[in-house]
T-cell receptor
Framework: DAKTTQPPSMDCAEGRAANLPCNHS???????VYWYRQIHSQGPQYIIH???NNETNEMASLIITEDRKSSTLILPHATLRDTAVYYC?????????????FGAGTRLAVHP | DTEVTQTPKHLVMGMTNKKSLKCEQH?????MYWYKQKAKKPPELMFV???????INESVPSRFSPECPNSSLLNLHLHALQPEDSALYLC?????????????FGPGTRLTVL
């Protein structure tokens, strides 16, 4: 699976959009981009995933560049409860094993 | 019910003890996972079961012994652990092992080895 690079930490004001970048320059054609987050002292939580089209759900939006070498997770109106470590993971979809390899992630701090 | 439960929440054990961690899900998922997470590090995959059979062992030392007695339960038996095995142990499940199914995680068991 392709390697990902994320900034170690980011800050965001409550109510503003949080934009979390992820680089995955070695991604191949059948690899999906997944985002999970881990709130302190809890297990990771699935947020969203995508292949090449932008995706949106009730939690977030995922914007993938046309060349698929990077993506951005957008939390449109961040709240204090969104303070967590956010993991961007690239893995093979379809017939590949559903095996998550977590990188270091981005520690997002949402402040009042 | 989209919950994965883990017991106990906390466990303290000596290096000569034998203990077990338990994980349960009632979502009908056929893949179940054990992860280990050291402080301020990302989770690392240990074992994966698919249809109650061990499918992936990420070269985990034999002092960790997984067991999947049925499709809803996953155990991790611990014996002769070392202090460096102290960590948060996370269980997860997904609908299937193959494909791109969301993994649902439990809250974890925080293990301290003295």
């Amino acid at each position: 699976d392709a390697k990902t690079t994320q900034p170690p930490s980011m800050d965001c004001a409550e109510g503003r959009a949080a934009n979390l970048p992820c680089n995955h320059s070695t991604i191949s054609g059948n690899e999906y981009v997944y985002w999970y987050r881990q709130i302190h002292s809890q297990g990771p939580q699935y947020i969203i995933h995508g292949l090449k089209n932008n995706e949106t759900n009730e939690m977030a939006s995922l914007i993938i560049t046309e060349d698929r070498k990077s993506s951005t997770l957008i939390l449109p109106h961040a709240t204090l409860r969104d303070t967590a470590v956010y993991y961007c993971i690239v893995r093979v979809g379809g017939g590949g094993y559903n095996k998550l390899i977590f990188g270091a992630g981005t520690r997002l701090a949402v402040h009042p | 019910d989209t919950e994965v439960t883990q017991t106990p929440k906390h466990l303290v054990m000596g290096m000569t003890n034998k203990k077990s961690l338990k994980c349960e899900q009632h979502m009908g998922h056929r893949a179940m996972y054990w992860y280990k997470q050291k402080a301020k590090k990302p989770p690392e995959l240990m074992f994966v079961y698919s249809y109650e059979k061990l499918s992936i062992n990420e070269s985990v030392p034999s002092r960790f012994s997984p067991e999947c007695p049925n499709s809803s339960l996953l155990n991790l038996h611990l014996h002769a652990l070392q202090p460096e095995d102290s960590a948060l142990y996370l269980c997860a499940s997904s609908q299937e092992l193959a494909g791109y199914n969301e993994q649902f995680f439990g809250p974890g068991t925080r293990l301290t080895v003295l």
